[in-house]
């Protein structure tokens, strides 16, 4: 015997997805794996070469079908180990999701850090740190640019991305009219031992409009590697790190240090030059000497405890 409660909940769904379908915002099983299949074969045909080109990767692209439901609960399914960005591309789209699995994202890292893709294996299922949150607009760049050299949206427009986010920063849908109906495709990633995947989450309301062209070659992509590579390298460069200076202080006897009060003061350990060991991330990385500028106290640098990569890759940690 049904429950009335559940027979209750149960025919407002019914209702709106019948609104859906008789409005065109939600489609047939036929149209949406036909639809599916047309993103995989944009994605399968031209992703590679745009990631081989442009980041100097070898990545494998299959597509790896798709689920049709509510957008909150679409989204809400990829799981805690993924980095979202909103998206928009003006005559098709005016909101869709892009979401990329965080292994692909720290494996690109440890790639521009000077690993090999052979010498990487399946990174822990983890958050993103802002630097990798940082990186991984490009990476949302190179999946927006295939999708925007396949779909019909007239006028010449970019896909406009929004500034990326662990998916425990997703905020909640509150109201029924925008969470709408929407299909989530997925491709896999396959970069040397790592294996992850990205995702399109876009309403149905403007899918079922649009029409798949291929690119009549791959070279209608920009193939800017250099260029590429400098920009990020500056990006992950200029991201900000909370440094700290630690100076050793004179021996005293532990009768001295209890009785110590308000006031008191205590010497430096070194008479002359004053050596200042900074760290970041509590990670010694520079023997520096005390000084001063004008009204600041500052530290010169003297030699580096860790190189550079070193230093990259704990505060990347």
């Known amino acids: 015997m049904s429950n009335p409660n559940q027979a209750s909940q149960a025919r407002p769904a019914m209702e709106r997805a019948l609104l859906a379908r008789l409005t065109g915002s939600l489609g047939d099983q036929k149209t949406l794996e036909r639809l599916a299949q047309d993103f995989g074969a944009l994605y399968q045909g031209f992703l590679p070469d745009v990631l081989q080109s442009e980041l100097g990767l070898s990545v494998e692209v299959t597509f790896d079908g798709y689920k049709s439901g509510l957008m909150s609960e679409l989204v809400g399914k990829l799981g805690d180990n993924v980095v979202l960005a909103d998206a928009t591309l003006r005559n098709w789209c005016p909101k869709f999701v892009i979401a990329c699995g965080n292994a692909f994202v720290i494996t690109l890292m440890e790639n521009m850090l000077g690993a090999t893709p052979d010498s990487i294996f399946q990174p822990p299922r983890r958050a993103l740190s802002q630097i990798e949150l940082d990186l991984s607009t490009v990476i949302f760049d190179k999946i927006a640019q295939v999708l925007r050299s396949g779909v019909n949206a007239p006028g010449g427009f970019e896909t406009a991305l929004e500034k990326p986010y662990n998916a425990d920063a997703r905020s909640t849908l509150e109201e029924e009219e925008a969470d709408p109906f929407a299909m989530s495709i997925r491709v896999e990633l396959k970069l040397g031992k790592v294996a992850s995947e990205f995702f399109l989450v876009i309403p149905q309301k403007y899918l079922l409009k649009t029409v798949i062209t291929l690119p009549k070659s791959k070279g209608d992509f920009s193939r800017e590697q250099d260029a590429w590579a400098e920009h990020m390298s500056d990006q992950v460069r200029r991201s900000r790190v909370t440094l700290e200076a630690k100076i050793p202080l004179e021996s005293l006897t532990l009768e001295t240090i209890s009785k110590l009060v308000a006031g008191d003061v205590i010497a ?15 990670r010694e990385m520079y023997n520096c000497e005390f000084g001063r500028s004008g ?9 580096n ?8 890759k704990h505060l990347l940690g």
């Open 305 to 312: 405890v860790s190189n550079e990569n070193d230093i990259l």
């Open 268 to 282: 430096f350990r070194d008479k002359e030059e004053i050596i200042v060991d900074v760290s970041a991330n509590g």
């Open 295 to 303: 009204e600041n106290y500052t530290v010169r640098v003297k030699d």
